[in-house]
């Protein structure tokens, strides 16, 4: 089964600072790799995913993540934070079977002023 | 136009009564799905159906019913609530079968139900 590990719960960060999410995910094959934000009240919106090909992709709002299949890792960067990207951020995994993508439990972004 | 839309946006209610949370789409979507967030933001899948049929059936308690009475609609109904299902209740969408083909899902903004 596939299973998807965030191991921050929260993360601080002062703006203007970079940003790097961990995740890292169990999966027999090549896995559909994705990252979602939840802002406040909100649902989850997509902001990149993996499928194959270029292991760094580049998604919305500046953020970018890299696959290494080496580490079964999918870490999502942005290299400078803004205030407004304060929220919770999903890792999920898909594919092979799996009719639904399994998804992290979140990792809580705070960015001080 | 909202794409994912679901009703009503919170929901306070006493213990054992029966309540309906609606959800409808308007992307031409064959899959929907009822995702629950604990209050850890932990997000569990509960259902999915495709093309009105459901396809994904997790361990839920039988009082949680989905129905989907065409493929832009996924309702939930819950009966008997019990303190433990406050929750934050996501309904959402995508063209495909979302895991299996590595789909985007389309969110809607949840419901917050609080059991009383």
């Known amino acids: 089964a596939q299973s998807v590990t965030q191991p921050d719960i929260h993360i601080t960060v002062s703006e203007g600072a970079s940003l790097e999410l961990r995740c890292n995910y169990s999966?027999?094959?090549?896995?559909?790799l994705f990252w979602y934000v939840q802002s406040p009240g909100q649902g989850l919106q997509l902001l990149l995913k993996y499928f194959s090909g270029d292991t760094l992709v580049q998604g919305i709002k500046g953020f970018e993540a890299e696959f290494k299949r080496s580490q079964s890792s999918f870490n999502l960067r942005k290299p400078s934070v803004h205030w407004s990207d304060a929220a919770e951020y999903f890792c999920a995994v898909g594919g092979g079977g799996s009719y639904i993508p399994t998804f992290g439990r979140g990792t809580s972004l705070i960015v001080h002023p | 136009d909202t794409a994912v839309s679901q009703t009503p946006k919170y929901l306070v209610t006493q213990m054992g009564n029966d309540k309906s949370i609606k959800c409808e789409q308007n992307l031409g979507h064959d899959t929907m799905y009822w995702y629950k967030q604990d209050s850890k933001k932990f997000l569990k899948i509960m259902f999915s159906y495709n093309n009105k049929e459901l396809i994904i059936n997790e361990t839920v308690p039988n009082r949680f019913s989905p129905k989907s009475p065409d493929k832009a609609h996924l309702n939930l109904h819950i009966n008997s609530l019990e303190l433990g299902d406050s929750a934050v209740y996501f309904c959402a969408s995508s063209q495909g079968t979302g895991g299996l083909l590595g789909e985007k899902l389309f969110f809607g903004s949840g419901t917050q139900l609080s059991v009383l």
């Open positions: 999966y027999g094959a090549t896995p559909y």
